[in-house]
């Protein structure tokens, strides 16, 4: 068995990039491969370190209320998610530690953004590997001006030149790579999951739980989906059709129900909801996975979700303004379409990954 280690942000507290690792190893191990998940120390910048006495002084006794009611909900999130990824990634030593690795994966989602801090190990850098190569990384909110100015610049260029094939997301990361002079071949690839299907999954993990309860299903982080108007059209419809509102995996105290559920859970209660509104991308790719009547709602992420969304021309389910809703969660989307789309991704990123794979034992 090949062994081929992952670089990619699994410890974020999040359904989409814990289950993106999830899709990466069932991948690997499809191909006939031995996956590990590869630890990792994640430097963030100092911009995003923030002064907890700064904090408090900004805050009225509401919002801190508010505030022990989320750090309340996100430390049980903590231990819900340390052990699905204990019982269902096959996580390994810190990357400098890990032997005998045919291969290393970096990806997906935004490993390669630097906006956030500089992690070198997610360009290659002293990564112990002859054969590196990314899949469907983003550099996110790192643009080609930012980069240029960035004080790591010369390392990271060096490091994307040095990889041996690159696997991107989007136009952004395609120029930046460019613009690096990398000579290795270039390859767009769809997201993880939408790769792997979660077919099995949709099914093996429905207990049932939520297939006769009538709800419409919020997933957005807890700092977004608050605008009073948006709040309010959203009570409109739920009222208006007998639904209740439940927030999956962040507090949102305007929801009838908050659930703090696991990566499995999150799946499940996709699958059941009759409708879903979400502002995320993996809220919104596994929505598509399962053909649900769904709206997103774009924000400060919406190069993801629109460049997505643009790619298997489904944009007429994005509501740029809160009356649009409603409208948009009634429309009847073509899902067949859909489906030819994503297997033909499906099967170019699926290629991809062999031919790295091969090419590594090849080395």
Known sequence: MRKVGILTWYKAINHGAVLQTYASCKMLENLACTPVVLDYNWNLSEANKKNILDIIKKMSIRKLLWKSKVKKFF?????IFSLFCKNYLPLGKDYLHEENLDAVYIGSDMVFDLSEGYNPYMYGINVPSNYIFSY???FGYT???SFKNHPHFEVVKNAICDM???GYRDQNTKEICMYCGTKAKMV????PVLAYGFEKEITSWDNSKWKDKNYLLIYAYESTMNDETEVNTIK???KTE????ISCGYYHKWCDTCIN???KEFVEMIKHAKYVITDTFHGTVFSLLMHKKLCVIVRKNGFKIEHLLNSCELGNIIARTPDQISNVLQMDVDYDDFDNWRNKESVKSLNYIKENIDRAMEK
């Open 136 to 138: 469907a990384a983003s």
């Open 236 to 238: 409109k419809i739920a």
């Open 188 to 191: 767009e690839n769809v997201d």
């Open 261 to 263: 559920a696991d990566p």
């Open 75 to 79: 430390s049980e999130k903590k231990d």
């Open 164 to 166: 041996n094939q690159i």
């Open 143 to 145: 643009t080609l001006d």
């Open 242 to 245: 007998g639904l209740e509102i």
